[in-house]
């Protein structure tokens, strides 16, 4: 007997206001996160009741702000849903048990993400109830610190810090917290190798199979060099052609470079594939200090040439980028028409 699986709920609703206008996608969560400047004790939570404390320091651990500083999580959420965001990404880019691991708290990755999940619910609700426009939350799953397809020794280029059966299962985990928590997407993001994201996928399907209930999925990767290549080596045609297995209702390109070294990247992969394009870049690149100074009307002018020349169907901002860019990237696209599919 042929199993049928008919088209989630959420991916006929989006497809559908796709064909319409350029969808946007909020902006960056680590560099907003940032500049509340918070310290170990607002990171730890001492005394916040979550049960998930380890004895190592966890400022920079941003995802665990979901358990320890909700608040502080749902309005970033917030500001960036009024700011125009259709699309609002989980705070739970390293919420894998391999990530974690870091800060001694795997056993909180259920936890992290599917809290995660209800606080963007959350503030994309409160945003629908003042202007009634559907919000869609993404659960975003990042690249992990370990690359399965490249040694990190030097010395030992066969060496693995991770197997592929290690993030199938760690971003397994996650998924299932993601879904548990309400996420209407599963974003991978930030790929710069294809193996990692390949479990991923794997593990979504796994995961959907175990729910009966498939989610929309959209695909990121981040050309790390300016030859134009991710950092496993591949182009964004190779890219395209290593994902394409999992009919993804987005395809597209994340962070690393600024809007003007992505878009011949993106021009490629626009022209192989035949579903959306996503891109959402850094607010350019970083300056000495890691700190991002391209302002809101900069990076939407660029993306505005991404509209002009067809080349996209969702668009937002990665690292640097704030409510601000959103708000002015989404006027800045706002007369363009969607890229049509090849
Ligand atoms: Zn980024």
Not at 90 to 105: K, R
């Amino acid at each position: 007997m042929t199993r049928h699986f008919t088209l989630p709920a959420a991916e006929t609703r989006l497809r559908k206001l796709a064909r319409q206008r350029i969808l946007m996608m909020d902006g960056a969560m680590g560099t907003m996160i940032q500049a509340l400047g918070m310290g170990e004790a607002d990171y730890a939570g001492q005394g916040c009741g979550c049960g998930h404390h380890s004895d190592q320091p966890q400022k920079g651990n941003n995802d665990l702000l979901n358990l320890t500083q909700p608040q502080a999580i749902e309005e970033i959420h917030f500001d960036f849903a009024m700011a125009g965001a259709d699309i609002v990404e989980t705070n739970t880019f390293s919420s894998t048990s391999i990530a974690q691991a870091d800060y001694g708290l795997e056993g909180a990755v259920h936890d992290l993400n599917a809290e995660g999940a209800r606080i963007a619910r959350r503030a994309c609700d409160r945003a629908t109830a003042i202007d009634g426009r559907e919000r869609f939350v993404a659960g975003a799953l990042g690249p992990t610190n370990r690359t399965a397809s490249l040694s990190p020794d030097v010395n030992d280029p066969g060496f693995r810090a991770v197997s592929f059966d290690d993030l199938r299962i760690a971003y397994g985990q996650q998924i299932r917290g993601l879904i548990g928590g309400g996420v209407d997407l599963i974003l991978i993001e930030t790929i710069f190798d294809t193996l990692n994201a390949k479990a991923a996928i794997f593990a979504a399907f796994e995961v959907f199979g175990e729910t009966g209930t498939p989610l929309p999925l959209m695909i990121s990767g981040t050309i790390t060099d300016a030859s134009g290549r991710t950092l496993s080596g591949q182009t964004p045609t190779a890219f395209w052609h290593s994902v394409m297995h999992a009919r993804p209702l987005t395809v597209g390109l994340n962070c690393a470079l600024g809007a003007s070294a992505m878009r011949p990247h993106l021009a490629e992969l626009a022209g192989v594939a035949d579903t959306l394009t996503c891109a959402y870049p850094n607010a350019g690149l970083p300056n000495e200090f890691g700190a991002y100074d391209e302002g809101p009307e900069d990076t939407a002018d660029q993306i505005a040439d991404f509209a002009r020349e067809g080349l996209v169907n969702v668009v937002g901002g990665c690292c640097g980028t704030t409510p601000d860019h959103i708000r002015a990237i989404a006027d800045a696209v706002v007369d363009h028409p969607p890229r049509t599919l090849p």
